[in-house]
């Protein structure tokens, strides 16, 4: 007698294909993946509303997308570290952006940037370098973040 294993049997199964060529339960689930929906539901970063997804989402594709709301998080800590590296004040050492107040803000930005992007497209008269353009508005974003809470506080907007 030979003793059990805990692999499966190669002989054929009595009843029914074998379970490799039996397909009818993949028949009763749906396939389609929504990678849209999977991205708007995986971006919940601070800073960053469905709304800023859409716009990008709506313009190009999932990568190029997560590149431009990537560039808002890497001008942010760009800034925050150039504030920090700047500052004279010892509270300013621990410098970081915060504020849920920032996101419209963000979302208005982005709205004007697609615009001037499409009308450019139209215009046939478009942006050379689309990610640096994008880098050098949220890099002015951010500087501007930075003296509007130093000269009024956190809490403003």
Do not use: C
């Amino acid at each position: 007698m030979l003793p059990e294993t805990d692999f499966p049997s190669s002989d054929k199964p009595k009843y029914g294909k074998s379970a490799t060529t039996n397909t009818n339960y993949i028949n009763n689930i749906d396939t389609k993946i929504d990678t849209r929906e999977m991205f708007l539901q995986s971006y919940n970063k601070m800073f960053i509303s469905e709304k800023t997804v859409e716009f990008f989402l709506n313009f190009g594709e999932l990568l190029e997308t997560k590149e431009f709301l990537d560039i808002i998080f890497q001008t942010k800590k760009y800034d925050e570290k150039r504030a920090r590296t700047n500052s004279k004040v010892n509270h300013e050492k621990q410098y970081r952006i915060t504020g849920d107040f920032w996101i419209t803000e963000i979302e208005k930005i982005t709205f004007r940037f697609i615009l001037k992007m499409k009308e450019g497209i139209q215009k046939e008269k478009k942006i050379k370098n689309i990610k640096a353009y994008w880098n050098t508005t949220m890099t002015s974003l951010w500087g501007n973040v930075y003296l509007m809470e130093k000269v009024y506080g956190k809490a403003i907007m």
